[in-house]
């Protein structure tokens, strides 16, 4: 089966450094994203990694191993504003002529001061 | 920036009713996808298209009916509905490869 694993809930405190870990079980891959939902907004677009290895964009940072089936979500000099659910999926195999992405249920981060 | 924009961001029908959900995008993006959201269980996919007048089925299609007549806009069809049916409803679009954008979301209510 496709399976995609990440925690539930985390929460980290104002300025600290977070790791938010993504495991993958998937027919198939070809790229693994991040993504950024607030509460009651529409997800918006982090990531993506489709080789091994660390991704930094600014404050946030992705890490993939294919061999491991393992990514992660790198968070530093977290703010109040980054408290919102971070979203992993994986596209898999080919369905229907097309690579479908498959979603994690989401960890939701809260930061405090 | 690529827009896509969702009829209703509320709306709340009743049982049995017919619901039309739409979504309008306006980067000329071949593909167009419809998600439910629900707590705990993620995005799941109910159906796509990847170009005018075609169609995928996603992962939980039973009980929905999707239209594309036109490359901009992705129709979300449920013909009956139903109360396992409330739920935040998602599309986005994308082009070939590249990562999907979402719309604001419409958040169903069937009584």
């Known amino acids: 089966g496709q399976n995609i694993d990440q925690p539930t809930e985390m929460t980290a405190t104002e300025g600290a450094i977070v790791q938010i870990n993504c495991t993958y079980q998937?027919?198939?891959?070809?790229?693994l994203f991040w993504y950024q939902q607030h509460a009651g907004e529409a997800p918006t677009f982090l990531s993506y990694?489709?080789?091994?290895g660390l991704e930094e964009k600014g404050r946030f940072s992705s890490f993939l191993s294919r061999s491991k089936g393992y990514s992660y979500l790198l968070l530093k000099e977290l703010q109040m504003k980054d408290s919102a659910s971070y979203l992993c999926?994986?596209?898999?195999?080919?369905?229907?002529?097309?690579?479908?992405?498959?979603f994690g249920a989401g960890t939701r981060l809260a930061v405090h001061p | 920036d690529v827009k896509v924009t969702q009829s209703s961001r509320y709306l709340v029908k009743r049982t049995g009713e017919k619901v039309f959900l739409e979504c309008v995008q306006d980067?000329?993006?071949?593909?167009m996808f419809w998600y439910r959201q629900d707590p705990g269980l993620g995005l799941r996919l109910i159906y796509f298209?990847?170009?005018?007048?075609?169609?995928e089925k996603g992962d939980i299609p039973e009980g929905y009916s999707v239209s594309r007549e036109k490359k901009e806009r992705f129709s979300l069809i449920l013909e009956s509905a139903s109360t396992n049916q409330t739920s935040m409803y998602l599309c986005?679009?994308?082009?070939?490869?590249?990562?999907?954008?979402f719309g604001p979301g419409t958040r169903l209510t069937v009584l």
């Open positions: 990694n489709v080789l091994d």
């Open positions: 998937t027919s198939g891959f070809n790229g």
């Open positions: 298209s990847y170009d005018v007048k075609m169609k």
């Open positions: 980067m000329d993006h071949e593909n």
């Open positions: 986005a679009s994308s082009s070939g490869t590249a990562g999907q954008f």
């Open positions: 999926a994986v596209r898999g195999g080919l369905s229907g002529g097309y690579n479908k992405l498959i």
